[in-house]
T-cell receptor, first 108, second 112 residues
Framework: GQQVMQIPQYQHVQEGEDFTTYCNSS?????IQWYKQRPGGHPVFLIQ?????EVKKQKRLTFQFGEAKKNSSLHITATQTTDVGTYFC????????FGTGTSLTVIP | KAGVTQTPRYLIKTRGQQVTLSCSPI?????VSWYQQTPGQGLQFLFE???????NKGNFPGRFSGRQFSNSRSEMNVSTLELGDSALYLC???????????FGPGTRLTVT
């Protein structure tokens, strides 16, 4: 089945630094979704991308879907302590596939 | 609208027992999916129900089963519990799936 690999697994950044997590697949994806899970919380939907080369922005967050629809990235500009959590990419096929997640720690 | 609710929030069971978890989706959402989350395996898809029918299924043994009622509420059952079933079980709903999913707070199951 489809698998989405996510890197890095962990990332520690100083507050104010940028952060990027990558999601990669060996097969073409029909869509990519991004979720954020705060420590002790549940995943919260952030965005869905469906078009090749699509770029969407939400304030300091920029989401990209690769031209070949095999990879995606989430970039956070000037991280804040409120950005702490695990970021997951996910895609749908005959079931939902979640990436392994990137755990972000922001050091004040 | 009220969010997705799950009951109970915490549960402790003994090996060999069975357990039933409940999920109430957001009003109007007809798709309900279940996930198992563990530190080692991450978020793994169990199954999805839509209009009382199981539409998709993940790679879990038959001990894991579910159902959906006419009001879209869903239950998940795990029989003959094993220590490895200890996990956070998350329910998510969406209007029609597969689309953006709205997760509930989860049920933390501990098997001793």
């Amino acid at each position: 089945g489809q698998q989405v690999m996510q890197i890095p697994q962990y990332q520690h950044v100083q507050e104010g630094e940028d952060f990027t997590t990558y999601c990669n697949s060996s097969t073409t994806l029909s869509n990519i979704q991004w979720y954020k899970q705060r420590p002790g919380g549940h995943p919260v939907f952030l965005i869905q991308l469906v078009k090749s080369g699509e770029v969407k922005k939400q304030k300091r967050l920029t989401f990209q879907f690769g031209e070949a629809k095999k990879n995606s990235s989430l970039h956070i500009t000037a991280t804040q302590t409120t950005d702490v959590g695990t970021y997951f990419c996910a895609t749908t096929g005959n079931q939902f596939y979640f990436g392994t997640g990137t755990s972000l720690t922001v050091i004040p | 609208k009220a969010g997705v609710t799950q009951t109970p929030r915490y549960l402790i069971k003994t090996r060999g027992q069975q357990v039933t978890l409940s999920c109430s989706p957001i009003s109007g959402h007809r798709s309900v999916s279940w996930y198992q989350q563990t530190p080692g395996q991450g978020l793994q898809f169990l199954f999805e129900y839509f209009s009382e029918t199981q539409r998709n299924k993940g790679n879990f043994p038959g001990r894991f089963s579910g159902r959906q009622f006419s009001n879209s509420r869903s239950e998940m059952n795990v029989s003959t519990l094993e220590l490895g079933d200890s996990a956070l079980y998350l329910c998510a709903s969406s209007p029609a799936g597969p689309n953006e999913q709205y997760f509930g707070p989860g049920t933390r199951l501990t098997v001793t």
